[in-house]
Nanobody, 112 residues
Framework: QVRLEESGGGLVQAGGSLRLSCATS????????MGWYRQAPGKQRDLVAT???????NYADSVKGRFTISRDFAKNTVYLQMNSLKPEDTGVYYC??????WGQGTQVTVSS
């Protein structure tokens, strides 16, 4: 059974940093496409960063140079390091596997 559990969200001032974690089970991270998405209030869920199945990374233009997706095979965990946070980064961040499985989300709020 696939399970994804996000953590690490919180309230941070603009310019600050957070690291989100997505603990996984039932997934072979070395073969899975993984991604982080966010949903702002009243808006659709958008892609933030992804790992393709062959290990390539992709980022939304709005986060390039500020966010980094990484993975730890030993811990079965995917991370999203977020630096230089902006108020527009506020939203619920979701971990995704293979465009099928979703976590419950973690709230990130960036104050100005």
């Amino acid at each position: 059974q696939v399970r994804l559990e996000e953590s690490g969200g919180g309230l941070v001032q603009a310019g600050g940093s957070l690291r989100l974690s997505c603990a996984t089970s039932g997934i072979n991270l070395s073969r899975a496409a993984m991604g982080w998405y966010r949903q702002a209030p009243g808006k659709q869920r958008d892609l933030v960063a992804t790992y393709t199945r062959d290990g390539n990374t992709n980022y939304a233009d709005s986060v390039k140079g500020r966010f980094t997706i990484s993975r730890d095979f030993a811990k079965n965990t995917v991370y999203l390091q977020m630096n230089s946070l902006k108020p527009e980064d506020t939203g619920v961040y979701y971990c995704n596997s293979g465009a099928i499985w979703w976590g419950q989300g973690t709230q990130v709020t960036v104050s100005s």
